[in-house]
């Protein structure tokens, strides 16, 4: 049996790099992808911090992107060599839910290295992974793309974009709690989708200016009242969308209080805690709409694409460090720590 290089989750802030048993093509409609970049996010955070059900060791990682090395006979659209990204949900695309449109309520949802709590997909911060329903899963790089811009296709920028895409109203305006990378990335996609005012709150300055670089107004919450920040230049009204980005009852409780009457609260960050503390008075007074859930990555795949090529959305810009798939101990330490924005590995190295 031929064996890879993989980062294994091996306990509570424990990653490992490990030789382990490269795939095998099992279904008909799997492909082996050749991982020539990967991504460490946000969410990759819950298994490691231990947040998550996890029986056995778990080969993370479900932002990458690749070339197609074996290809089962029933994948219809691709076929070896082709450079493709993976959406990081997997869907079956033919149950209730994915005929409604619906790929991130699926039945048979997966997320790729997330243990057993979705699907036990084995991750892709490895050399090759496994992409089942690849018909459905992957995007074909264009000609003459960014690689580091698509890289975030199968995740970050997607997930921003839908969680704004779903709600706006052309010259709505836009507050995003959480300056991370999908905060930032549902920053930019605000600006493209009309909005006319987009505020990210945030503590950390240098988050806050990268904000600022992508046209939003930045709100320091340990400097000012966000509330008071948002409302004065809203006439009083609030913000018609929030996006809680964070995926932590602080979070939407202060997207309770910065959201305007007959608004939405949309929420990409991952709330995995079975109840938390909320105002529900308030957001029924104030008749908000909440939206949230697993991300209808596929949706919105060739939108964000089709975006990119046109220069209008580049979330490369939050790329802050690239280290080699050999270092992948340090640089999830490094994340944790906040050290880093974003970090992609190179499985070569
Ligand atoms: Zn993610
Ligand atoms: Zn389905």
């Given at each position: 049996?031929?064996?890879?290089k993989?980062a294994v989750?091996?306990?509570p802030h424990?990653v490992?790099?490990?030789?382990?048993?490269?795939?095998?093509?099992t279904?008909p409609?799997?492909?082996?992808?050749?991982v020539?970049?990967t991504?460490?996010?946000?969410?990759d955070?819950?298994p490691?911090?231990s947040r998550l059900?996890?029986?056995?060791?778990v080969?993370?990682?479900?932002?990458?992107?690749?070339?197609?090395v074996?290809?089962?006979?029933?994948v219809?659209?691709?076929?070896?060599?082709?450079?493709?990204?993976a959406s990081?949900?997997v869907?079956c695309?033919?149950?209730?839910w994915c005929r409604?449109?619906n790929p991130?309520r699926?039945?048979g949802v997966?997320?790729?290295g997330?243990?057993?709590?979705?699907?036990d997909?084995?991750?892709?911060?490895?050399?090759?992974v496994?992409v089942?329903?690849a018909?459905?899963?992957l995007?074909?790089?264009?000609?003459g793309?960014?690689?580091?811009d698509m890289?975030?296709?199968?995740?970050?920028?997607?997930?921003g974009y839908?969680?704004v895409?779903?709600s706006i109203?052309p010259g709505?305006?836009?507050?995003i709690?959480g300056?991370g990378?999908?905060?930032l990335?549902?920053?930019?996609?605000?600006?493209?989708l009309?909005?006319s005012?987009?505020?990210?709150?945030?503590r950390?300055?240098?988050?806050l200016?990268?904000?600022e670089q992508?046209?939003?107004i930045?709100v320091?919450f340990?400097?000012?009242d966000?509330q008071?920040?948002?409302?004065?230049?809203?006439?009083?009204?609030?913000?018609?969308l929030v996006i809680?980005a964070?995926g932590h009852?602080t979070a939407l409780?202060s997207?309770?209080?910065?959201?305007?009457?007959g608004?939405?609260?949309?929420?990409?960050?991952?709330?995995?805690?079975?109840?938390?503390?909320?105002p529900f008075g308030?957001?029924?007074i104030?008749g908000v709409?909440?939206e949230?859930?697993?991300?209808n990555i596929v949706?919105?795949?060739d939108?964000?694409?089709t975006l990119?090529?046109?220069?209008k959305l580049?979330?490369?810009s939050l790329?802050?460090h690239r280290m080699?798939?050999?270092?992948?101990s340090?640089a999830?330490?490094m994340f944790?720590?906040r050290?880093?924005?974003?970090?992609?590995?190179?499985?070569s190295k």
């Amino acid at each position: 049996m031929s064996t890879m290089k993989a980062a294994v989750l091996k306990g509570p802030h424990t990653v490992v790099l490990e030789d382990i048993a490269r795939p095998t093509i099992t279904e008909p409609t799997d492909v082996i992808l050749k991982v020539e970049r990967t991504a460490i996010c946000g969410t990759d955070l819950h298994p490691y911090e231990s947040r998550l059900e996890l029986e056995d060791d778990v080969v993370l990682g479900h932002e990458f992107l690749g070339t197609i090395v074996a290809a089962g006979p029933g994948v219809a659209n691709f076929s070896e060599g082709d450079r493709v990204v993976a959406s990081c949900v997997v869907s079956c695309g033919a149950c209730y839910w994915c005929r409604r449109g619906n790929p991130g309520r699926c039945a048979g949802v997966r997320i790729f290295g997330m243990g057993i709590t979705f699907g036990d997909l084995v991750g892709g911060q490895a050399e090759y992974v496994l992409v089942p329903n690849a018909d459905l899963t992957l995007k074909a790089i264009p000609e003459g793309a960014d690689d580091d811009d698509m890289l975030f296709v199968g995740d970050i920028i997607t997930t921003g974009y839908e969680a704004v895409r779903r709600s706006i109203r052309p010259g709505d305006t836009v507050a995003i709690v959480g300056a991370g990378p999908v905060g930032l990335c549902a920053a930019m996609s605000a600006e493209v989708l009309g909005a006319s005012q987009v505020f990210v709150v945030d503590r950390v300055p240098a988050r806050l200016k990268e904000a600022e670089q992508y046209g939003a107004i930045p709100v320091n919450f340990d400097e000012v009242d966000p509330q008071d920040a948002v409302y004065d230049l809203t006439d009083w009204r609030g913000a018609d969308l929030v996006i809680d980005a964070v995926g932590h009852e602080t979070a939407l409780q202060s997207a309770t209080r910065l959201v305007a009457g007959g608004g939405t609260i949309s929420i990409p960050g991952a709330y995995v805690e079975e109840s938390i503390p909320l105002p529900f008075g308030e957001l029924w007074i104030k008749g908000v709409t909440i939206e949230g859930g697993v991300a209808n990555i596929v949706n919105y795949m060739d939108e964000v694409t089709t975006l990119i090529m046109a220069g209008k959305l580049r979330p490369s810009s939050l790329i802050s460090h690239r280290m080699g798939l050999s270092e992948v101990s340090e640089a999830y330490r490094m994340f944790h720590e906040r050290e880093a924005t974003k970090i992609v590995l190179d499985p070569s190295k």
